[in-house]
């Protein structure tokens, strides 16, 4: 019960074995209210979903498909969660744009596409967010960005991933010094390779080898640390990209 009275807006839980829903099921466990949103997955699987959480957990839950491209997305989203549960303090950053490009695919649309969701959504959510909680005058919240490592070793072929995703630490940084005197902190996550029904049995079998812990990651694995950093116990902690990666060797 250590979130009871917290409202969560996880974005980008769109399908069963995401990171996403494994954040919904954690904080809901935890005892906050979930408002999550999703893209492109099955209306009947988002409703599926709002009752698991409501019916297993018995928290209140709402649901929104949303486009997070769209510049007004952020408003629509934050009037929507206020209107139906009320000013949320916990805030999710985990939708996120990619495909393949590298260097002979790049261009100004990839880049856009990428900035439009990666970047821009994440920043006026997050901006828009503390607004609301200081026009509240709220004590304290909680923004969790996911990012991917970007600092720690190329991904080749993600070119414009790996710049919008980079981007995310130092707003994080940045936005963290801003907000703390208002009691709000800000963090990200870099939960390494996590299996979230993407990788293949021969995928599987050549990441293992390299994760020191001797398993690949798992998305429960970041839903724990974000039900760590959105409580009371993690008050102290602000301004940090903390690599949760099982000891993942990228050499």
Known sequence: MKLVGSIAIVTGASHNKGIGTAICRKLAKDAADIF?????SNVDWAVNFQNEIIGEYGVRC????????????????LERVAYQLGIPTILVNNAAHSTRDGYMKLDAKTLDDHYAVNMRATFILSVEFARRLKLQNKLKGRIINMTSGQALGPM??????????????????????????????????????????WMTDEIKTHLTSKFLSGRVGLPEDAARLVSFLASEEAQWITGQIINSEGGFLRA
């Open 36 to 40: 999550f949103t999703h893209w492109g």
């Open 62 to 77: 709402g649901n929104l498909e949303i486009d997070l491209s769209e510049p007004n997305s952020p408003f629509k989203l």
């Open 156 to 197: 080749t072929g993600e070119l414009a991933y790996v710049a919008t995703k980079g981007a995310i630490s130092a707003f994080t940084l940045s936005l963290s010094a801003e907000l703390a005197p208002l009691g709000i902190t800000v963090n990200a996550i870099n939960p390494g390779p996590t299996d979230t029904g």
